[in-house]
C-alpha cells in the first residue's frame, strides 16, 4: 500500500486542464491567496491567534532601530495574571481577567468591558535578545521591549570610493 | 492653524460597567494609559462628564502632545448624592462611586 500525500493544488490544476468550467475556480483561488498574502505581508508582527478567546486586547507595535515594542491595553488587570511567554520566535501574551463585580451583589445596568480569557501571539520577524525582554506594567497598559540582537539590526556599510 | 480641529488627536469613547448597588451606583470605565492628573470628572446639569487626555512618551521620556483623548457623558438620576461623589484611578480603570441620598435608601420599617 502507498501513502500518497494529496496536493490540492496539483488536484486543482489537474482538474481544471481537464474540465475548463474548473479555470475560474483556480483562478479565483489564486486572487484569494493573493489577497491573503498581501493581508499579511508587511505586518512587522504578524499576529496569530484568533480563536479560544473571551476578548482581544488592543496591542500597538512599533518598530525602532534597536528594538520592537510592543504595548497591549490591559486595563483592570493584576499584573500576576498576565503571563508572557517566548517560544520560536512566537511572542505569546495571554491572561485572564475576572470580573470583580460579579462579586458585588447588585443589577447590572451596563457592561461594555472586557472579561475572562485571552490570548495574543505574534511572530517575531528578527532575531532578538530573548534575554534582555523588558515588561512593564502602567496603569493599565503592558509594555514589552524587545532588543533587536546585532545582526538584526539595520547596517550602515560605508563603501569606500576609489 | 485653529479651524477647531485638532490634528492627530483620537476621540475615545471608554468602555463601561455600571452596577446598581443598595446604597450607590458603581460606574466603571476603562482607561489605560493615563495620567491621573489628566482625568477630569465634572457634575454639571445632573450629568457625569468625563474626560482624560493621554499622551505618549517618547524614548527620552518626553511627554508628547496629547494623542487620544477619552469622553463620555453620563445623565444622573434623581437619586445620585451630587456631594459625595467618590473617585479612583487604579490599573487604567477609572472606577467611580455615586452614593443614592439618603431619602432614596431602602429601610425597614418596624411595627410598633
Known amino acids: ?41 508587511g505586518d512587522v508582527l504578524a499576529d496569530e491567534t484568533f480563536f479560544g478567546r473571551d476578548w482581544t486586547p488592543a496591542v500597538d507595535v512599533m518598530e525602532n532601530n534597536d528594538s520592537y515594542v510592543l504595548k497591549a491595553e490591559l486595563p483592570g488587570m493584576n499584573k500576576d495574571d498576565v503571563k508572557i511567554t517566548l517560544e520560536n520566535n512566537v511572542l505569546t501574551i495571554r491572561g485572564e481577567k475576572k470580573n470583580e463585580l460579579e462579586k458585588k451583589e447588585g443589577n447590572f445596568q451596563r457592561v461594555e468591558r472586557s472579561y475572562g480569557v485571552f490570548e495574543r501571539s505574534f511572530t517575531i520577524p528578527g532575531t532578538i535578545k530573548s534575554n534582555d525582554i523588558d515588561a512593564q506594567y502602567k496603569d493599565g497598559i503592558l509594555t514589552l521591549t524587545l532588543p533587536k540582537a546585532e545582526e538584526a539590526k539595520p547596517k550602515l556599510i560605508d563603501v569606500k570610493v576609489k | ?26 460606574v466603571k470605565l476603562d482607561i489605560p494609559g493615563a495620567a491621573k492628573d489628566k482625568i477630569k470628572a465634572q457634575i454639571e446639569d445632573n450629568s ?7 499622551a505618549e512618551y517618547g524614548e527620552s521620556g518626553k511627554e508628547s ?20 461623589i ?7 480603570v477609572l472606577t467611580i462611586t455615586l452614593n443614592k441620598k439618603v431619602q432614596f435608601l431602602p429601610k425597614e420599617i418596624t411595627i410598633n
Open chain 2, 1 to 26: 492653524m485653529t479651524n477647531g480641529v485638532v490634528k492627530g488627536v483620537h476621540t475615545l469613547v471608554p468602555a463601561v460597567d455600571i452596577v446598581e448597588t443598595k446604597n450607590s451606583y458603581i
Open chain 2, 48 to 54: 457625569l462628564r468625563v474626560s482624560a487626555s493621554i
Open chain 2, 86 to 92: 467618590d473617585a479612583q484611578y487604579d490599573l487604567g
Open chain 1, 1 to 41: 500500500m502507498s501513502l500518497i500525500k494529496r496536493n490540492p493544488t496539483q488536484e486543482m490544476t489537474r482538474w481544471s486542464n481537464e474540465f475548463p468550467a474548473f479555470r475560474g475556480l483556480e483562478s479565483l483561488r489564486r486572487d484569494m491567496n493573493r489577497i491573503f498574502d498581501e493581508f499579511f505581508r
Open chain 2, 65 to 84: 502632545e496629547p494623542v487620544k483623548e477619552y469622553r463620555r457623558e453620563f445623565a444622573l438620576a434623581n437619586d445620585v448624592d451630587v456631594n459625595t
